[in-house]
């Protein structure tokens, strides 16, 4: 199974939905509330150079967004 984290905050309605997208397909995950984590917030910056959520990253992939064509690429959903 795919190493999953996502970096969200509470108020981001394309979050929320890249959440439901991995519990529809069984996809377990690691979620990281950058608007809470400070140190959380820094890493997504420092490894996407944005600040924008979702950051999704699968087994080392970044993902910026709910771009669902790529994270069934990653995870192999078809």
């Known amino acids: 199974m795919a190493k999953v984290e996502i970096y969200t905050t509470p ?4 979050c929320k939905m890249v959440k439901e997208y991995f ?3 069984d996809v377990e995950y ?3 509330d950058v608007a809470e984590d400070p140190i ?14 979702p950051v999704i990253m699968i087994d ?3 993902v910026i967004g709910f ?7 990653l995870l192999g959903i078809k």
């Open 11 to 14: 108020w981001c309605a394309y």
């Open 23 to 25: 519990k529809k397909n």
């Open 30 to 32: 690691t979620e990281h």
């Open 40 to 53: 959380k917030r820094q890493e997504m910056i420092d490894k996407t150079h944005q600040m924008g959520v």
């Open 60 to 62: 080392g992939q970044i």
């Open 67 to 73: 771009d669902r064509g790529k994270i069934d690429q």
